[in-house]
């Protein structure tokens, strides 16, 4: 099993263009999960999909959209970047481990908003 | 709304020194605990998480973490550290389980002195 994969690994954009960052895991779970890390601030939620279908905001969504595409997929897209968004991005997904809910994490796409 | 606070940016401690990495937490319910280590350049991996029952839980590499839920705290220790436990960790909470997301403190940088 690959767990959560993430593509691109790193992106420099200019301010105003578009971009979508690819998340997929290959371990059967439900819910998704979208993160950005910014240095001093730990994790903060911008989406996650509960199930197949579903969408819905976290702490930080403003500027960002999702697509839920297939229980597989998770795509998070930034129509107009801008340099605040840069940041680190982590996908993840939660499934049962042991019987108790648990996160896994992708490796992260680095993004560079000039 | 639920939220983390973890005491000290940075810690550092001597090679075969006891690690403590503070965790306090609010919650409105009996919250689901959890700590996080990052590598460089990595994604998070779950070291530990507390759900029900027993209060000492055990993870991986060593660390364990004591929820107390008169001190609202779940700190992680190692009775001894080695260098390959330098990273960043997060100490995370949620209401839910982790279904709707979870809140993660700021992180802790854990330096081993040599």
């Known amino acids: 099993n690959a767990g959560v994969t993430q593509t691109p690994k790193f992106q420099v954009l200019k301010t105003g263009q578009s971009m979508t960052l690819q998340c997929a895991q290959d371990?059967?779970?439900?819910?998704m999960y979208w993160y950005r890390q910014d240095p001093g601030m730990g994790l903060r939620l911008i989406y996650y999909?509960?199930?197949?279908?579903?969408?819905d905001k976290g702490e930080v969504p403003n500027g960002y959209n999702v697509s839920r595409l297939n229980k597989r997929e998770f795509s998070l897209r930034l129509e107009s970047a801008a340099p605040s968004q840069t940041s680190v991005y982590f996908c993840?997904?939660?499934?049962?481990?042991?019987?108790?809910?648990?996160?896994?994490f992708g490796p992260g796409t680095r993004l560079l908003v000039l | 709304a639920q939220s983390v606070t973890q005491l000290g940016s940075h810690v550092s401690v001597s090679e075969g020194a006891l690690v403590l990495l503070r965790c306090n937490y609010s919650?409105?319910?009996?919250?689901?605990l959890f700590w996080y280590v990052q590598y460089p350049n990595q994604g998070l991996q779950l070291l530990l998480k507390?759900?029900?029952?027993?209060?000492l839980v055990k993870g991986i590499n060593g660390f364990e973490a004591e929820f107390k839920k008169s001190e609202t705290s779940f700190h992680l220790t190692k009775p001894s550290a080695h260098m390959s436990d330098a990273a960043e960790y997060f100490c995370?909470?949620?209401?839910?389980?982790?279904?709707?997301?979870?809140?993660f403190g700021k992180g802790t940088h854990l330096i081993i002195q040599p």
């Open positions: 993840a997904s939660s499934g049962l481990d042991r019987g108790k809910e648990t996160q896994y």
């Open positions: 371990m059967n779970h439900n819910s």
């Open positions: 999909s509960a199930s197949e279908g579903t969408t």
């Open positions: 919650s409105s319910v009996p919250p689901y």
């Open positions: 507390y759900t029900t029952g027993a209060t």
């Open positions: 995370a909470v949620s209401d839910t389980g982790g279904a709707d997301g979870l809140t």
